[in-house]
């Protein structure tokens, strides 16, 4: 949906990158796309040829990465790195992408951005970076723009600077945002929209307040106990008992049944996604769906 | 004896020595009667067209070979390119020459067996790559010299190019919706070049010093050829002067090495220095 932004909440290893990855058509081999669809405006990515494909990264859907670290070529100046990305998918000469150039550095607060267009990636901390990168996100005013944990390498206080600067430029440049995070302050700040995700698959979607305020499904309620801020203070923190099972080896049914205290034969049945009774658009993958915290 | 200043001790031959070389002068050829140094300048540019023939072989070979290697590690063709290039290490050297002759002199004909052929003036060069007779004089000799050089650039690139292919900022590029021929060609490329330039900057030194074989066998009249020449006469000054010229030479090629990091890597330009940093 345009202009909205979507919260991908799950632990380490629950699939949110790879499922970024699967959208540009950028899995790594040996892994690869199953089976299913990818619609982007109604149209199923995953027909397009290579060439529509490359013409959609970084013009209609453009990614933001988790490490600012890595993402940008150590080795080329920023400016040959933004331009390039210009000419990709604009018939424009050298200069006029360079104009575009300072003028997205500019807009992402960097500071003397004709300066900083021709040095390279080591001169730039790691918030700067990330902004460079968010720049280069932008430039062609993406319909989409995933974004992969790009705040979990950077300290609180530009963390909330980038958070609140990439959902004001979203909504000048109307679009819409896939957050991947396992923070779930970080979704209950900006997402319409929340998704859980666990051992590869959603368990649970729906609106933010939905979700985080009735969650349907055990895990997003174990999620959210595990917050320290929900919990009154001296008390211990609440865990999900165990690890997340390996994907290679998934449990039949419920994937989630090992570590869920309500689990009974039934989940040994893979389950559906059932909505919510109070809210039709919030749905669950869950055999005993909570509500108020309990199963109903 | 006398007038080679042969009958002092060893300590003040070499006082002498010291002395006269640090002027520039490394002694005279007892063979010839000439300075030492004119005779291998005299012999130095034929030495130096085979081994930048060959290092631009190596490289212009191995480099493409060694990204196809490193892209496709799996095909057929890139596991032959990685196999062909361990021949390339572990086949002497001398008994490849030989049989590039055997090959293509004595067998197919196609190639003159050696000597260095009609040179040519250009530019007040003179040079045997200006003349065909010259250029297919080189081709065998060059050949033979490049084959190691090259089977090192072949196993560099592509270790380089696997190494480089998962990085983020390659991924990054790629999400950009950068062409793939411009992924490879300048974000993976300039990435790896610098251990390239290393060693090539090296095996260039060991490449004009070390052509010893390759000369004796193809009979080119190079500063190796010399040098063979001038052991079995015992024509000690010469073989001085060359050691003092390779020797030069080697700090000469690795100051260029160092130089040409800092135009490959902005990372290590000292006048960079002010920014961020990591």
Redesign the interface.
């Known amino acids: 949906m345009r202009g909205k932004i979507l919260g991908l909440v799950g632990e380490s290893g629950s699939g949110k990158t790879v499922t970024g990855?699967s959208i540009?058509g950028?899995v790594?081999k040996p892994g690869r796309i199953e089976q299913g669809r990818i619609l982007f405006n109604g149209s199923d990515l995953r027909r397009a040829s290579p060439e529509e494909l490359?013409?959609?990264?970084?013009?209609r859907i453009?990614?933001i990465?988790q490490?600012p670290?890595?993402?940008?070529?150590?080795?080329?100046?920023i400016d040959t790195q933004m331009i390039?990305?210009i000419r990709?998918?604009k018939k424009i000469s050298y200069d006029d992408a360079r104009v575009l150039a300072r003028d997205a550095l500019g807009k992402v607060g960097i500071p003397s951005p004709d300066e900083r267009l021709a040095?390279?990636p080591?001169?730039?901390?790691?918030g700067?970076r990330q902004r460079v990168?968010i720049a280069?996100a932008l430039l062609h005013k993406p319909e989409l723009i995933i974004a992969d944990e790009p705040t979990t390498a950077l300290d609180v206080t530009i963390q909330a600077q980038i958070l609140s600067e990439v959902q004001k430029l979203c909504r000048e440049v109307g679009t819409a945002l896939i957050w991947v995070t396992h923070d779930l302050s970080v979704v209950a700040a900006i997402a319409d929209q929340i998704c859980v995700m666990y051992a590869g698959r959603i368990v649970e979607r729906g609106s933010t307040e939905s979700v985080l305020d009735g969650p349907s499904h055990p895990y997003t309620n174990g999620l959210i106990h595990s917050v320290p801020g929900n919990n009154r203070p001296g008390t211990p923190l609440q865990q999900i008992p165990g690890v997340m099972p390996s994907l290679l080896s998934l449990p039949v049914g419920c994937s989630f049944r090992q570590r869920c205290r309500y689990a009974d034969s039934m989940c040994m049945a893979e389950p559906e996604f059932n909505a919510v009774e109070t809210n039709r658009d919030h749905i669950a993958r869950c055999w005993h769906p909570l509500a108020e915290g309990r199963p109903a | 004896m006398k007038a080679l200043g042969l009958d002092r001790p060893i300590w003040d031959q070499y006082i002498i020595f010291l002395t006269n070389a640090l002027q520039g002068d490394v002694g005279r050829s007892f063979v010839f009667n000439t300075p030492a140094i004119d005779l291998i300048l005299l012999r130095l540019p034929a030495t130096l067209e085979l081994a930048i023939t060959a290092l631009i072989l190596a490289n212009v070979l191995g480099i493409p070979l060694g990204l196809y290697a490193g892209l496709k590690p799996e095909s057929v063709a890139g596991r032959s390119v990685m196999a062909g290039s361990i021949l390339g290490f572990s086949l002497p050297g001398f008994w490849v020459k030989v049989s590039l002759i055997m090959l293509f002199a004595v067998e197919l004909d196609w190639l003159p067996a050696g000597g260095r052929g009609e040179t040519a003036t250009f530019l007040g060069i003179t040079s045997s790559l200006f003349t065909v007779d010259g250029l297919r004089h080189i081709i065998l000799p060059a050949t033979g010299l490049s084959l190691f050089t090259m089977a090192l650039v072949i196993r560099l690139t592509s270790a380089g190019v696997r190494e480089t292919l998962?990085?983020?900022?390659i991924?990054?590029?790629?999400?950009?919706?950068?062409?793939e021929s411009?992924v490879i060609s300048?974000?993976v490329l300039?990435?790896i070049l610098i251990p390239i330039v290393t060693v090539v900057g090296l095996e260039f030194g060991g490449l004009v010093a070390f052509t010893v074989i390759t000369e004796s066998i193809f009979s080119w009249p190079g500063m190796g050829k010399l040098l063979i020449d001038s052991i079995n006469f015992l024509d000690r000054p010469v073989i001085v002067a060359y050691i003092v010229l390779v020797a030069t030479m080697f700090i000469g090629i690795n100051l260029v090495v160092d130089l040409v990091y800092a135009v490959?890597?902005?990372?290590v330009r000292l006048s960079?220095a002010?920014?961020?940093?990591?």
Do not use: C, W
């Open positions: 990855f540009l950028l790594e490359r013409d959609i990264r970084g013009n453009s990614m990465f490490d670290m890595m993402t940008l070529n150590p080795v080329l100046r390039e990305t990709a998918h040095a390279y080591h001169q730039f901390s790691g700067m990168a280069i | 998962p990085m983020d900022f991924k990054f590029a790629r999400a950009k919706g950068l062409r411009r300048v974000h300039k990435n490959l890597d902005p990372r960079d002010g920014g961020a940093g990591t």
